[in-house]
Nanobody, 125 residues
Framework: QVQLVESGGGLVQAGGSLRLSCAASGRTFSAYGMHWFRQTPGKEREFVAGISPSAGSTNYADSVKGRFTISRDNAKNTVYLRMDSLKPEDTAVYFC??????????????????WGQGTQVTVSS
């Protein structure tokens, strides 16, 4: 069993930055592909970024490419999402998700093994 706990969300002005963290319990974190998703009310959860278990591969949604950076520290069982040049349309609840041996590209939502509870990011204009 793996538990995922996101943190780092908050209120920021447009153009600002935030770094989200997703801390995982368990001893097999390094075997999991880790992905970030986001969701706004009334919309489907959408893929933001993904990273392979060894961090050798990353993947980003077009809407965040060049502004967001995903990384991981397997020694700390944590995956990060650095968000720069934030826009009001980045406002959402951000979730991390884990799938054993997954690569960096997104999967169907039901294919993930574990999800975090989410952290709110609000970007004011």
């Amino acid at each position: 069993q793996v538990q995922l706990v996101e943190s780092g969300g908050g209120l920021v002005q447009a153009g600002g930055s935030l770094r989200l963290s997703c801390a995982a319990s368990g001893r097999t974190f390094s075997a999991y592909g880790m992905h970030w998703f986001r969701q706004t009310p009334g919309k489907e959860r959408e893929f933001v970024a993904g990273i392979s278990p060894s961090a050798g591969s990353t993947n980003y949604a077009d809407s965040v490419k060049g502004r967001f950076t995903i990384s991981r520290d397997n020694a700390k069982n944590t995956v990060y999402l650095r968000m720069d040049s934030l826009k009001p349309e980045d406002t959402a609840v951000y979730f991390c998700a884990a799938r054993a041996f997954a690569a960096s590209w997104p999967l169907a939502l039901d294919d993930y093994d574990y999800w975090g509870q989410g952290t709110q990011v609000t970007v004011s204009s």
